[in-house]
Structures are given as C-alpha cells and as structure tokens.
C-alpha cells in the first residue's frame, strides 16, 4: 500500500474506543523507504505498522503508538466512518508468553502450559518447587500482532547444551535466560536456527500463556531457561483478567531479577552468540526438592 499523502487520522485507545480523529495533510515514512508499509515499520518515528483493516470499503494502514493505542490511517480525501471497536486492539509495551504447547517442568514432569493449574507446583532452574499463582490466557489476532506480539520458534538445541529439548515457540519479548543475562526472543533470531514463525502458520489468531509464580523467577520451558511474568504491564489485556481480581481482588507489582536484560541482538555477548551457532552436549539439571 502507498500514496499516503493525504491523511485521515482514527485513534483508538488500549481498549477501543475512538478517542479522537483528524485530517492532516503531509506524508508518512516506511522504515526502510520503499513506500510499501510491512509489519516493523514506523510512522513519525514511534508507532508500528501492525496490519490493515478495511472500513467503508477502503483498506487502510493501522499503526500501534507506544502507549497502545492505534492509529488507522486513510490515504484518500473524505470522511470515513470507522468500526465502534477496533479489532485486535491491546495495551501495554511487553508480552512474556509462551504459545500453547510449550511444556513446563513440574515435579512430576512436565505440562503443557495451558493444562498448568492455580496452585500446582512447577520446577525453577535451580531446582526448587514453586506455585503457580495465576495463567494469564490472550488471543492475538494474527493480522494486528505487533512486532513485540509476533512469535519467535527457537529449534530443539538451538541454544546450545541441547536445549530446548523440543521446539520452543514465545512471544518476541519473552526472555530467555543465557549466562545469567535476560535475553528476549528477538535478539536470539538469526534466520535459521531461532526464526519468526510466519503468520500464514497462525490462522486467523492464535493464543499465548503467560505463567506468574510469586516473584520474577527462572522456570523450565522445553527445558530451556524462561522468565515468569513480570510488572512491566498490567494485565488487562489477558483474556482472563476478571479472574485474576476474582481471586485476588487487585493487581500486584513484581519486581524485574536483578538481571541484565537484552533487547537488541547487537547487545548479546560474543560468547553467546558463539555457542548458538554451534552445538554442545546436553546438559544436566540438579534435581528437584520441594519445601
């Protein structure tokens, strides 16, 4: 799509709801200047293309702001009356999911992480026992997953050691544990081994698990080493966001492990990178005691 000379701007807040709309003229930029708009170009510097939606017949471009809420872009003159509700829309700059599927050590094995139950035991890395607090459950749909949505498949030993044991597939920002760093997914992708998994794979919408135990801890996912949840959002964009007050009545802040994270590939250690592009006997893990 091009020729966006002519602007009409619908915003929709986190949850919707158009909160305001304009006409300016100017242009818009594509990332890469090609004056075609693909998933991970920007707009005036901060906001994402995340898809297309059509409204009175005309297809126009949708771009997510850093706050959540979206923009819908007409490139043609005229008022265009837009949707009551904007599809696919979620707040909040971070998603640390794992797609269903993914197994989760327990002291009994592993589960996969939609089949984990409030209060049932999972295995951290270091061996130790901990309930899961709360699932958090989100639908995404496939044409408006935004860049930090979009899923990320890291091959059975794409991370060395032999790990994961099976292919692991999470949202980009879920971070992956490496040498005592927080690495999300998308600074790990190298085009073979650790790739975006494309959306002709998805369908329509797919679903993402988030699991939250009391602190910011290290779990076992396929094996691999992944972060729990953390307060870097709320959680009103999951799904299941009524049960969480239902059992708990507010919302509670968890505070980051102190440990780097890494959110550029250009970041990640040298040594890392090194051992990802080659490959390493499994490893062994202590084994588990629960209190």
């Excluded at 999972?122 to 709360?134: A, N, Q, S, Y």
């Excluded at 989100?138 to 030993?157: E, H, I, M, N, Y």
């Excluded at 049960?243 to 250690?269: K, N, Q, T, W």
Aim: net charge negative; charged share 20%; with cysteine.
């Amino acid at each position: 799509m091009s020729d966006f000379n002519y602007v009409q701007d619908f915003v929709y807040d986190p949850a919707g709801t158009q909160i305001n709309n304009s006409i300016a003229g100017g242009s818009l930029a594509d990332e890469d200047n090609d004056d075609q708009f693909e998933t991970g170009d920007q707009t005036f510097s901060t906001n994402d293309y995340v898809g297309t939606i059509t409204v009175g017949g005309i297809e126009m471009p949708v771009f997510q702001r850093p706050d959540g809420s979206h923009h819908v872009y007409n490139p043609g003159p005229g008022w265009v009356t837009p949707p009551a509700s904007f599809p696919g829309a979620t707040s909040g700059a971070h998603l640390f999911c794992f797609a269903a599927g993914t197994r989760i050590s327990t002291p009994d094995g592993t589960a996969a992480v939609e089949d984990l139950t409030i209060g049932g035991y999972i295995l951290t890395e270091d061996g130790r026992c901990v309930p899961v607090k709360w699932i958090g459950r989100q639908t995404v749909r496939t044409a408006f997953a935004a860049s930090k949505r979009q899923l990320v498949r890291l091959r059975a030993g794409s991370l060395g050691h032999g790990l994961p044991n099976a292919d692991l597939t999470v949202t980009a920002d879920h971070g992956m544990v490496l040498d005592g760093y927080v690495i999300n997914a998308s600074a790990l992708v190298n085009g073979d081994s650790i790739n975006w998994v494309q959306s002709a794979e998805l369908g329509g919408s797919y679903t993402v698990y988030h699991v939250e135990t009391e602190v910011h801890d290290v779990i076992l996912a396929n094996g691999a080493p992944a972060e729990t949840f953390i307060d870097y959002r709320d959680r009103r964009a999951f799904d299941n966001f009524d049960e969480y007050l239902d059992l708990f009545g507010c919302e509670r802040i968890i505070p980051e492990m102190p440990a780097p994270r890494i959110s550029s590939a250009r970041l990640v250690p040298q040594a890392i990178k090194n051992r990802l592009a080659g490959t390493d006997a499994p490893s062994t893990r202590q084994k588990a005691w629960c209190a």
